[in-house]
């Protein structure tokens, strides 16, 4: 049973635009939540985290808003650029050490 | 170096040869990880270890799996008895200390069993 769902395998946005990549979880005991980047044949690169205590959290061009009530979490990237291009994975933590991923997003941003 | 380093990048073996990963963590960090990556899919926790201690591992899929960090600081996977559905891409991450810190992760070695 997924407990971090990604639901949109994919996302196409044009340069300029905002681009908005959602995630929801099922597990009360995750209390913090992260975002990661991912490009073929790399590793997964921490992009921006945020914690239960708080609902958004804001780093550049990138904002993370939480919403426990939902559980539900979003990334919004503005604007979006070219290089923004990469599988995006959500990642849970909370009740142990290990973090909990969905199966990731692909976002294609546009010139 | 300021990343964690993995070797070898790919790996090819055959069923039933033992394999072995090697994870190098950013100096000082004090949390190791292991996940395995299917195609198509997140990445999925096999182990964790603060300093020597491997305190979880619960993640593991078999007996033929087994980790070790002997020294605290370069952590090995290995894989004995290798089966096709080991064939995946295995990552290390590494966190400053437990709790809620990010883990970094490093690119991987792409393991292909024949």
């Known amino acids: 049973d997924q407990q971090v769902k990604q639901n949109s395998p994919s996302l196409s946005v044009q340069e300029g635009r905002i681009s908005i990549l959602n995630c929801d979880y099922t597990n009360s005991m995750f209390d913090y939540f992260l975002w990661y980047k991912k490009y073929p044949a790399e590793g997964p690169t921490f992009l921006i985290s945020i914690s239960s205590i708080k609902d958004k959290n804001e780093d550049g061009r990138f904002t993370v808003f939480l919403n426990k009530s939902a559980k539900h979490l979003s990334l919004h990237i503005v604007p979006s650029q070219p290089g923004d291009s990469a599988v995006y994975f959500c990642?849970?933590?909370?009740?142990?050490?290990?973090?909990?991923f969905g199966k990731g997003m692909k976002l294609t941003v546009n010139p | 170096g300021a990343g964690v380093s993995q070797s070898p990048r790919y790996k090819v073996a055959k069923r039933g040869q033992d394999v072995a990963l090697r994870c190098d963590p950013i100096s000082g960090h004090v949390s190791l990880f292991w996940y395995q990556q299917a195609l198509g899919q997140g990445p999925e926790f096999l182990t964790y270890?603060?300093?020597?201690?491997?305190?979880?591992k619960s993640g593991l899929p078999s007996d033929r799996f087994f980790a070790e960090r002997p020294e605290g600081s370069v952590s090995t996977l290995k894989i004995q008895r290798t089966q096709q559905e080991d064939s995946a891409v295995y990552l290390c991450a590494s966190s400053y200390r437990g709790g809620n810190q990010p883990q970094h992760f490093g690119d991987g070695t792409r393991l292909s069993i024949l």
């Open positions: 990642a849970a933590q909370g009740g142990s050490e290990k973090l909990v």
């Open positions: 270890f603060q300093n020597e201690a491997q305190l979880d």
